[in-house]
């Protein structure tokens, strides 16, 4: 409820007042949800029309975001939540006219490598700039390197859009889309999925005017204060309720050459919650270094997923979260720096601030998930070449009340590819996609199951490459919570006709000989609550449905899962 139990006092409006106002809010998330649907429909990238890699949302004249849309990520939304101000400091809001739409995939002012492209579109209603509509996707393949963790620079890993005009007063910048279309190794699909970004926010824009004229409205100034004002409120009650204090924690990544370490100190005081992320690895000269606006996306989310689930993301509701870190560190690499896999650190995040909050509300935070968000990027040369871009899921943890989610992108909600399109746009054939058993860590409550893929080409003769950008947890996995233990970490291998095997152990290149299969289990999530505490109702489920192998108890899975050296 946003309207009561919080201690700050409300302007006063009549009951009728904060109904109406109520009932424009949830037709606004769903205007931004329809926008998001819009794009799901025309969107070429398979990883965005069938995965729902992208976000939608809708911000003030000022350029402070309303409403988001429920699909899509949180590094999507909470990045284009600064990135729409960010675009208009290079092209002011008072130089835009109707039919004009902004572009970029500078990956310091949108959502942090230059696969994602963030369109801006500025709504007038009776000649006036009343809003802007912004959504975000990822393109398969802008040049450079492609999906690869091996550039030592932003330059090497494809063609960089700054802020400029993709439509000017209706007219289409076609030398843009021109650019874009030469650089990418899938041309058509690049320059569709670009203009599926300014065609949904375009639906996202007649249904806000259709709700501004039904409701007769000139501007959304009072409904923003409305909103803005009820979810800071919320936002901060529910930060009131957490014991103030400092708390600190630390995670270990497998990183690239060397692991690396995610740091974390968290102040909790005066309903404010302020996180510095010194004391994290320096950026490195490969790409899974994190620009600080995507750090600042995943670090409030976790925050938010565990302390105010029930306020809607905006403006308001994330401005009570402060990320910070000095400059050129790992979770806030500067320019030129690679960041391709970014998300590789950014998924880390969500589990680094829970490790903080777990120390103030113990019992109460769910153990860590695997982070895992396998891209399964497989390219293929010669006279048809290809780049495939699929993703493979981990596990998340063990809630405190409940097991974790199998085969769950917790934290970036992404789904994956079904196998029959991935295998119709590339010639690909997936021989397994099913649950790996005893991946999920052993507790009162068990971790999520990762899963095991095996694929390889679909013609005899076919040589491929694979890049292991983002196969993280291959060395240790996700770690328990209260007495849970471990997830299982991940494993890959190229496994080759002959019967010799190529083991999979760092973020390098890979290649993928003619007859070979690729072969991946992802890490799993992390248990809640001693083992012993597990009803033997849950584990007699859990081996009818082969979640578990036929262990007498949950002890031999325990031992299994957890990597020698033990974990973070």
């Known amino acids: ?4 139990h919080t201690s700050r006092a409300f302007p006063a409006l009549s009951d009728a007042e904060i109904i109406a106002n109520t009932v424009m809010w949830n037709r606004l998330v769903s205007v931004c949800e329809e926008q998001a649907n819009a794009l799901l429909r025309v969107a070429f990238g398979a990883v965005v029309r069938e995965a729902g890699d992208l976000s939608a949302g809708v911000f003030d004249a000022q350029g402070r975001m309303m409403a988001q849309a429920v699909t899509g990520t949180p590094g999507h939304v909470n990045t284009m939540a600064r990135s729409v101000n960010a675009m208009l400091a290079k092209v002011p809001a008072d ?21 994602d492209f963030v369109v801006v579109t500025p709504v007038f209603r009776k000649d006036v700039l009343v809003a802007f509509m912004a959504s975000t996707c990822h393109i398969v393949d802008v040049g450079g390197l492609g999906w690869s963790a091996e550039g030592r620079s932003v330059f090497e890993e494809g063609v960089l859009i700054p802020v400029m005009h993709l ?7 076609q030398d843009l ?3 874009v279309a030469a650089n990418s190794r899938v041309p058509q699909e690049a320059r569709g999925d670009i203009i599926s970004l300014m065609t949904c926010n375009d639906e996202g824009a007649r249904r806000l005017l259709e709700l501004m004229a039904e409701y007769d409205l000139d501007g959304l100034s009072t409904l923003a204060g409305f909103i803005f004002t009820r979810s800071e409120a919320a936002a901060e009650a529910a930060i009131r309720a957490v014991p103030e204090g400092v708390f600190r924690n630390e995670i270990w990544l497998d990183g690239y050459d060397a692991p690396i370490r995610l740091c974390a100190e968290m102040r909790l005081r005066d309903g404010r919650i302020s996180v510095s992320l010194d004391g994290s690895s320096p950026a490195l000269e490969k790409g899974i270094n ?14 938010r997923a565990a302390l105010a689930p029930h306020v809607p993301n905006n403006h308001a509701s994330l401005g009570l979260i402060d990320i910070d870190a000095p400059s050129g560190l790992i979770v806030s690499a500067q320019w030129p720096s690679p960041v391709t896999a970014r998300h590789v650190v950014g998924q880390a995040l969500p589990d680094l601030m829970l490790g903080c909050l777990a120390q103030a509300l113990p019992d109460k935070v769910l153990a860590e998930s695997a982070g895992a968000l396998w891209v399964l ?27 974790g989610l199998s085969t769950t992108a917790f934290p970036s909600g992404v789904g994956s590819v079904p196998v029959e399109v991935a295998e119709s746009v590339a010639p690909l054939i997936f021989h397994r996609k099913e649950f790996a058993p005893d991946s999920g860590g052993a507790g009162q409550y068990r971790g999520g199951l990762g899963q095991e893929i095996e694929v ?28 849970g233990q471990a997830g299982a970490p991940g494993r890959a291998e190229v496994r080759h006709a002959d019967g010799r095997v190529t083991v999979i152990d760092s973020k390098g290149l890979y290649p993928i000989p003619a007859g070979a299969r690729l072969w991946v289990q992802t890490p799993g999530g992390g248990g809640f609550g001693p083992p012993s505490a597990r009803t033997p109702e849950a584990t007699a489920r859990d081996r009818r449905h082969e979640l578990i192998a036929d262990h007498p108890s949950g002890a031999d899975q325990t031992s299994k899962n957890t990597p020698a050296g033990g974990t973070t």
């Open 1 to 4: 409820d946003m309207n009561t």
């Open 167 to 173: 439509r000017r007063s209706g007219a289409i910048n």
């Open 95 to 115: 130089s835009l006219r109707e039919g004009d739409v902004l572009v970029t995939n500078d990956p310091w002012l949108g959502a942090g490598h230059i696969f």
């Open 177 to 179: 889309l021109g650019i």
């Open 377 to 403: 990027a497989i390219s293929g040369a010669g006279a048809q070449p290809f780049a495939s871009l699929n993703v493979a899921l981990g596990g998340m943890g063990a809630r405190p009340d409940a097991d």
């Open 456 to 483: 390889a080409a679909a013609e005899p003769g076919r040589e491929m490459q694979l890049s292991a950008a983002a196969f993280e947890r291959l060395k240790s996995g996700a770690g328990g919570r209260s007495g």
């Open 290 to 303: 994190c620009p600080l606006t995507y750090s600042q996306a995943y670090a409030s989310f976790g925050i």
